[in-house]
T-cell receptor, first 113, second 117 residues
Framework: LAKTTQPISMDSYEGQEVNITCSHN???????ITWYQQFPSQGPRFIIQ???TKVTNEVASLFIPADRKSSTLSLPRVSLSDTAVYYC??????????????FGTGTLLAVQP | GAVVSQHPSWVICKSGTSVKIECRSL??????MFWYRQFPKQSLMLMAT?????????EQGVEKDKFLINHASLTLSTLTVTSAHPEDSSFYIC?????????????FGPGTRLTVT
């Protein structure tokens, strides 16, 4: 399977904006891009989902270029509690009825005071 | 949002025994369920995809005779790790997807920590 890649780690300070990019050049044409947050020993927690252009909700924004081969999660004004691993998740078509949902390699965000 | 539960949340078993993990969608019908495995400090790796009423599709390198998946109803999928060995110790996470034509969001369970001694 082609990898969906992310930076391994990022450091930030409280109050800063953080942008995490995911490269997914084999995304299925009919599927969405979803970002999750994961704390140790817990299941992934949904952050935001989009198909193209820009999506914004109360916690984040998601920027998707026209070719959809990458996406950027933007977290405004991070706090210490945002320290976690962030994953993108994309659907990849392999010819079957159901797309395979593949996680990115994950980015460990460390927020410091 | 929709809720997916897993049971048990953690389990310790002896080498050579079998362990069953349940994944339930509590308030929606899950036509498709996914099973992932996550080793420490690694990403979630897709093990298999199952559609209700049909055989699961396993990823390359995942032994279908060792990891038995059953998706007999629209709200329940089970993963049975047969003849478990210490290298099977991992965090197993299931997820469920609602009807594909109406909702692309995927809902994750809280995970099951398996330790094989």
């Amino acid at each position: 399977l082609a990898k969906t890649t992310q930076p391994i780690s990022m450091d930030s300070y409280e109050g800063q904006e953080v942008n995490i990019t995911c490269s997914h050049n084999n995304i299925a044409t009919n599927d969405y891009i979803t970002w999750y947050q994961q704390f140790p020993s817990q299941g992934p927690r949904f952050i935001i989902q989009g198909y193209k252009t820009k999506v914004t909700n109360e916690v984040a924004s998601l920027f998707i270029p026209a070719d959809r081969k990458s996406s950027t999660l933007s977290l405004p004004r991070v706090s210490l509690s945002d320290t976690a691993v962030y994953y993108c998740l994309v659907g990849v078509s392999y010819g079957g009825a159901t797309n395979k949902l593949i996680f990115g390699t994950g980015t460990l965000l460390a927020v410091q005071p | 949002g929709a809720v997916v539960s897993q049971h048990p949340s953690w389990v310790i078993c002896k080498s050579g025994t079998s362990v069953k993990i349940e994944c339930r969608s509590l308030d929606f019908q899950a036509t498709t369920m996914f099973w992932y495995r996550q080793f420490p400090k690694q990403s979630l790796m897709l093990m298999a995809t199952s559609n209700e009423g049909s055989k699961a599709t396993y990823e390359q390198g995942v032994e279908k005779d060792k990891f038995l998946i059953n998706h007999a109803s629209l709200t329940l999928s089970t993963l049975t790790v047969t003849s478990a060995h210490p290298e099977d110790s991992s965090f197993y996470i299931c997820s469920a997807r609602d009807l594909p034509t109406s909702n692309y969001e995927q809902y994750f369970g809280p995970g099951t920590r398996l330790t094989v001694t």
